[in-house]
């Protein structure tokens, strides 16, 4: 149960995309209020894709931020009136591809530039039996193997690249260590590829592997220790247990 929150003036929502995933906090918040709204994305397509979804939302105003994370939150923050709280959406799993440590000093960032009593509420992918895991990131259809092998077909496109897509294949597997999932694209036989816009050549060996993407795994406990860390307080977790998911309520104390 959330205690003693007050509704925020201003909503702030890093990296909105399309803001599809918005709309419901943003009408359950209106109910209160009217909100000014401020997704921040370095696409100026996904701000505009973002106003349009959300902008039958009569008692939502919104004012797209085309800068950097942080940077575009300080500019939201300067907005502000004496005594007006800010709440910062980070709805997906983003902060689970950060490497390790990097997760600290983003939410840290992030909490530097609020004040106390201001929140953020982070989503967070949660750890799952690994068989579970690895089904998700390989799938029988192979969405994922074709996402993650898009990577050198972007690289062929639009840096002038000759990878030869059909010699790799597409690698998930669980580390341990850091509770990871992590994406490669390993080549089937010794093969080289040229970057010419990148002014590059590269030499792979048969089994060598390009490392694509990483996917941090937290328990409830680790994201708690995480928040206060970073100079948060937890005030309310939500899970979704059918694919053990959670939007933790940070609160910056």
Not at 8 to 36: F, Q, Y
Not at 88 to 114: M, Q
């Amino acid at each position: 149960m959330v205690k003693n929150v007050p509704a925020p003036a201003l909503v702030s929502e890093l990296g909105s995309g399309s803001g599809r995933k918005t709309r419901w906090i943003l009408g359950a918040l209106c109910e209160r209020e009217p909100v000014s709204y401020y997704p921040i994305e370095l696409s100026r397509a996904a701000l505009a894709s973002c106003e349009s979804e959300l902008g039958d939302i009569g008692c939502v105003s919104i004012v797209g931020v085309e800068r950097e994370y942080v940077d575009g939150l300080r500019q939201v923050a300067a907005l502000r009136t004496d005594g007006a709280r800010l709440l910062v959406l980070f709805l997906g799993s983003t902060i689970g591809n950060f490497d390790s440590g990097a997760d600290a000093r983003f939410l840290s960032e992030v909490r530097s530039v609020l004040t106390p009593g201001d929140s953020l509420l982070l989503g967070t992918d949660l750890l799952k039996p690994i068989e579970r895991m690895l089904e998700a990131y390989d799938d029988p259809l192979g969405v994922t193997a074709a996402f993650n092998l898009n990577l050198l077909g972007r690289i062929n496109r639009e840096l002038d690249g000759d990878f030869d897509l059909r010699q790799f294949e597409h690698v998930a597997r669980f580390n341990q260590a850091t509770g990871s999932i992590e994406m490669h694209l390993r080549s089937k036989r010794r093969q080289a590829a040229n970057v010419r816009r990148g002014g590059f050549a590269v030499t792979f060996a048969a089994g060598e592997t390009v490392w694509t993407e990483s996917s941090h795994k937290y328990t409830r406990q680790e994201i708690a220790k995480l928040a206060v860390a970073c100079g948060f307080r937890t005030e309310a977790q939500w899970v979704d247990d059918e694919w053990p998911f959670a939007e933790n309520l940070l609160l910056a104390v």
